[in-house]
């Protein structure tokens, strides 16, 4: 027996060998086939990269464009309220100098008043001192306050009085 154990060792060593080739075989092949499962799943995360890299490039180019649209808004806004802060100031200005023209003709007005007042005033007193030299020289009071109409002309006379419109000049 003493031939046949070595030779089965040597053969239980070559069979151990063998299933250790053959195991190491088995993970190779399955360590491929997981490498093959990661790079097609690298490839698809790479693809899905790049469609998301442009679509990022995409945004940023419309994010950049509103920003730009937005800027462009606000200075016009900005424009719009400088113009009509000037328009209200201006209309101000001009209310405070139709107020200062309406309170210099309302002055204006109540100073004509004053001197019509007086006027009459002085009328009133020429009047009297006219009626009492007249007096004293006894002749008739020259006018009374009340006014004598005029009889009215006879209408067919008036007609031909008046000069028909476009042949005089002016």
């Known amino acids: 027996m003493a031939p046949s154990i070595p030779r089965t060792r040597a053969a239980a060593a ?7 080739l053959d195991n190491q075989s088995h993970m ?5 086939e997981k490498l093959a499962t990661e790079r097609r799943g690298s490839a698809a995360i790479k693809k899905e990269h790049g469609t ?8 940023h180019r419309t994010i950049a464009r509103l ?16 113009k009509k802060q000037q328009a209200r100031e ?13 309170q210099a003709t309302e002055d204006t007005i109540q100073e004509q ?4 007042e007086a ?8 009047l009297q001192t006219i009626q009492g030299l007249q007096e004293d020289k006894g002749a008739p ?15 067919e006379e008036e007609e031909l009085e008046e000069i028909p419109i476009g042949e005089g000049d002016c």
């Open 119 to 126: 006027l009459v005033e002085e009328k009133a007193s020429l």
């Open 52 to 59: 998301n890299q442009v679509a990022l490039e995409a945004s």
């Open 67 to 82: 920003t730009a649209i937005g800027l462009s808004m606000s200075k016009k806004i900005e424009r719009m309220k400088a």
């Open 14 to 20: 070559l069979r151990m060998k063998q299933i250790a």
């Open 113 to 116: 008043h004053l001197i019509i």
């Open 90 to 102: 201006s209309n101000m200005e001009c209310h405070y100098k139709w107020q200062a023209r309406i």
């Open 141 to 155: 009071p020259p006018f009374d306050d009340e006014w004598e109409e005029e009889p009215k002309e006879d209408p």
């Open 28 to 32: 190779i092949r399955r360590l491929r």
